[in-house]
């Protein structure tokens, strides 16, 4: 029963479209008596309010504590799911020593931003989603989760987090659109390149405590209801011990060819080659990302310049596992100063004997100009723009693709995040991007890929608490 009821309740969180109407939704609100309800409201408002003064309090704090550097081996030290009851509860603990300092530091960098920043709405609605967060997380400071009962709580606190952060991305990329006055790009890449970055990190330690949560419960309590995660023996959490990229590509590339169908009338055609059989230990959702968005760029550039008939090939080269690993970043254009100065928390978790996967994608899309090239991995710099026929629409452009993004929809470009974002997570586990350009002919993109490595494990033993 405490698994079926983790079932729902998580469920309905993963059902509500937003976060903030899971605990007062309005069909919630018609049920109750109109008084109660007002009353429950107010008492409501000023506990968050108390809860947000409080989180702001312990912000400095928190910050000062040394971000833990997150390894693989955090994320798979609980053994191979189901986890057992123990093994699960020395999960979730582990989780919230991590958050809250995760979370005041991101708090704090947000902070440092110049004041008329962190004054737009947009910014600010960020600033509030991570105080929020963070006061969900203080009640649990200082206790300890011993039972599965505070467990299937503190899941359902992961899950509201995770689905509070979502829409970060178009969010930032409106307010800061919005202040583009106020800070050069160079300082919002700066920023961003950071703040993703940890945000990555932050994401993954979370789903990976409800990955465990809904692959073990139902081994404590059989008559469950089926997990939302169908299991997959390869899956430890969220990490796939045997992920296929060609795989990943082929869904990606029909998810991504369905969009062009829509702007372009036209369905650009892929080929896979190379070896396409190549497993490796990866985080499918970042891979999902990665190749979502170069497969975007690839097929634009192609529709666009007419080649709709030739393929963008695409190149699997697993790689022998004794290469030396690379410097994250190296090749790339834009200078490492002009990067953002990584907190410790961002750097990935190199597993030097992991193999790697290197991936190419060719399209004969014409390249990209040389005055193009140095601004590709800014942050917001795009060549997108679909009303040509529209002048000095600029920014109404950019805004119009934010607002779809926001709606969950998928444009084919213009928010100008693609490349720098799917760097951030090609680094996190210590790979990386190259783009390679032959002007008037195509582009070409290694992405690299470091697998998170071989996995040990740890049989837990409550002993050592590991
Ligand atoms: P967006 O796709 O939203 O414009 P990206 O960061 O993905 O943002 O790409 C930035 C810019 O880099 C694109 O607008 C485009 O000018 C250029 N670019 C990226 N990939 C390619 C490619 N394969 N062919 C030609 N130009 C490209
Ligand atoms: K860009
Ligand atoms: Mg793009």
């Not at 649990?140 to 599965?148: A, F, P, V």
């Not at 097929?299 to 008939?309: D, L, Y």
Request: proline share 8%.
């Amino acid at each position: 029963p405490r698994a079926s009821r983790a079932y729902s309740t998580l469920q309905n969180l993963k059902d509500a479209s937003k976060p903030s109407s899971s605990s007062h939704s309005p069909s919630q609100g018609h049920r109750d008596h109109k008084k109660h309800h007002d009353h429950d409201r107010e008492r409501h408002h000023e506990r968050r309010h108390d809860d947000r003064s409080e989180a702001e309090d312990q912000v400095p704090w928190l910050a000062k504590q040394p971000l833990h550097p997150l390894s693989l081996a955090d994320l798979v030290k609980h053994g191979r799911p189901p986890l057992s009851a123990d093994a699960l509860l020395a999960s979730a603990r582990f989780t919230l020593s991590l958050l809250p300092i995760r979370l005041a530091h991101r708090i704090q960098a947000l902070r440092n931003l110049p004041y008329i920043v962190v004054s737009n709405p947009n910014i600010r609605k960020i600033y509030n989603n991570y105080q929020h967060s963070l006061s969900t997380l203080l009640p649990w400071q200082g206790r300890t989760i011993s039972n599965l009962e505070d467990e299937i709580r503190f899941t359902e606190v992961l899950a509201e987090l995770v689905q509070t952060h979502t829409d970060t991305i178009p969010i930032l990329a409106r307010g800061f659109l919005e202040c583009r006055k106020y800070i050069s790009p160079h300082e919002v890449t700066r920023f961003l390149d950071e703040h993703l970055r940890a945000r990555i990190g932050t994401r993954l330690v979370a789903e990976q405590h409800i990955a465990l949560h809904f692959s073990s419960t139902p081994h404590f309590d059989p008559g469950a209801s089926p997990t939302p995660c169908p299991e997959h023996p390869s899956y430890i959490g969220v990490i796939d011990t045997a992920l296929r990229p060609a795989s990943t590509i082929d869904s990606c590339g029909g998810f991504v060819a369905d969009i062009c169908e829509l702007n372009y009338g036209v369905r650009p055609q892929w080929v896979v080659d190379g070896e396409p059989d190549t497993t490796f230990a990866f985080v499918p959702m970042h891979l999902e990302y990665i190749v979502t968005e170069l497969l975007k760029n690839a097929f634009r550039a192609t529709v666009e310049n007419g080649m709709n008939r030739e393929p963008v090939v695409i190149t699997i080269a697993p790689e022998p596992p004794d290469v030396k690993p690379q410097q994250p970043g190296v090749g790339l254009s834009l200078p490492a100063e002009s990067r953002g100065a990584f907190d410790a928390d961002a750097i990935a978790p190199l597993n030097d004997n992991a193999p790697g996967v290197t991936i190419r994608i060719r399209d004969r899309g014409g390249g990209i100009e040389p005055e193009v090239m140095p601004h590709v991995w800014g942050y917001s710099f795009t060549t997108f723009s679909d009303a040509d026929d529209v002048p000095g629409a600029g920014s109404d452009d950019a805004l119009s693709v934010i607002s779809s993004a926001s709606n969950g929809n998928s444009s084919i470009a213009g928010l100008g995040y693609g490349l720098p974002l799917s760097r951030a997570y090609a680094e996190y586990f210590g790979g990386g991007i190259a783009v390679q350009s032959l002007y008037g002919w195509g582009t070409d993109v290694y992405l690299r890929l470091k697998g998170v490595g071989r996995i040990e494990y740890v049989t837990y033993n409550p002993k050592f608490g590991n």
